[in-house]
């Protein structure tokens, strides 16, 4: 899985808290660049020309970090509509519970859990269900004519597996 942290501050918690368990994972993550106030960061003089895109074109998800500075910075907003522009989702984390300015509360989409661990598993898991997904519409996009009776099949299949799972 291809994440995107979308942060002012990638250098202090909460972002480099998520940053690291993430990176303890499997996953690959992006991150904005360095705030020029914590230090110095390559990409700055490209980000939004070009970088930002190519970046942005390569992750599989888009997740706002929310700090007690992210709604008073105009990046985050040129971020946030570069992932609206790239077909995103935009998800949130906000562990601090943090007040959001108006008119940054719309990129705020779909929230994540606030608790660290949590929100790693429920990544990981949905990763394997979107994984599952992109299996099953290969498969019925490959046998033409008949994608729609192959994808009854792959729903049918997991309503049983989910009524026969012993965890449920």
């Given amino acids: 899985m291809r994440i995107?942290?979308?942060?002012?501050?990638?250098?202090?918690?909460?972002?480099?808290?998520?940053?690291?368990?993430?990176?303890?994972?499997d996953c690959i993550v992006e991150h904005s660049p360095?705030?020029?106030?914590?230090?110095?960061?390559?990409?700055?003089?490209?980000?939004?020309?070009?970088g930002l895109t190519q970046t942005l074109k390569s992750v599989d998800r888009f997740i706002i970090v929310v700090d007690k500075g992210w709604d008073s910075s105009t990046w985050?907003?040129?971020?946030?509509?570069?992932?609206?522009?790239?077909?995103?989702?935009?998800?949130?984390?906000?562990?601090?519970?943090?007040?959001?300015?108006?008119g940054m509360i719309t990129y705020l989409r779909r929230r994540l859990p606030n608790e660290l661990t949590?929100?790693?598993?429920?990544?990981?898991?949905?990763?394997?269900?979107w994984q599952v997904q992109n299996s099953e519409k290969s498969i019925a996009h490959?046998?033409?004519?008949?994608?729609?009776?192959i994808r009854k099949v792959f729903?049918?299949?997991?309503?049983?597996?989910?009524l026969s799972s012993p965890f449920e």
């Avoid at 360095?34 to 070009?50: F, V």
């Fill in 4 to 25: 995107f942290l979308s942060t002012q501050s990638i250098d202090s918690s909460p972002a480099a808290d998520l940053f690291s368990a993430l990176r303890a994972t």
């Fill in 142 to 149: 490959r046998a033409g004519h008949n994608h729609q009776k």
């Fill in 76 to 102: 985050m907003g040129i971020e946030a509509e570069a992932a609206i522009a790239q077909d995103l989702s935009l998800e949130f984390w906000n562990p601090q519970d943090c007040e959001i300015a108006p």
């Fill in 34 to 50: 360095r705030n020029p106030s914590d230090g110095y960061d390559e990409r700055w003089p490209d980000w939004y020309e070009k």
């Fill in 118 to 129: 949590y929100l790693v598993t429920t990544l990981q898991d949905k990763e394997s269900e």
């Fill in 155 to 162: 729903r049918s299949i997991r309503r049983l597996i989910t």
